[in-house]
């Protein structure tokens, strides 16, 4: 299987960088493929999983924030504000988030402060979803 060039910088580190075969990203619209000679193209990033599998056939997870993808020449350049890989989360902040957006959101907002809680809460689903669905194998 062919393989392309894939590179995830989140806000605070260098996430990943390396060969793959396939990546998949949480879009607006559902979620966006990318396998190796894919057509040039730039794409939004919404919270959600995030998944690449590696040259050596293992699938790769994270829960990455909102951001952009740039598929250009073979390579794959994320930037995002947040990337977590499943081990990473810690589920008790996330619940606590959680609990914190739901409340805000019963609460009179502006239209501003509703949308970054809807971000919130966005995030922390992702985060709990999957810390449940793959983190807890180790623990």
Same mark, same amino acid.
């Given at each position: 299987?062919?393989?392309? !060039? ?14 793959? %075969? =396939? ?9 966006? !493929? ?6 040039? =193209?730039?794409?939004?990033?919404? %919270? !959600? ?22 598929? *250009? %020449? %073979? ?33 009179? @907002?502006? *239209? ?5 809680? @809807? ?21």
């Amino acid at each position: 299987m062919s393989s392309f !060039g894939l590179r995830v910088l989140s806000s605070d580190r260098v996430f990943f960088e390396g060969r793959v %075969n =396939m990546l998949v990203l949480p879009a607006p619209d559902g979620e966006a !493929g990318i396998l190796a000679h894919h057509a040039d =193209m730039v794409i939004a990033v919404q %919270n !959600g999983e995030m998944r690449f599998q590696t040259e050596d056939g293992e699938w790769h997870y994270a829960v990455v924030g909102t951001g952009l993808a740039e598929v *250009i %020449n %073979n390579r794959a350049l994320v930037l995002v504000d947040t990337a977590e890989r499943p081990e990473e989360i810690d589920e008790k902040r996330a619940q606590e988030a959680l609990e914190r957006a739901q409340e805000e959101l019963r609460q009179k @907002q502006s *239209i501003e402060e509703y949308y970054v809680t @809807q971000a919130t809460l966005a995030r922390a689903l992702s985060r709990l979803k999957e810390k449940n669905r793959h983190g807890n194998i180790n623990n």
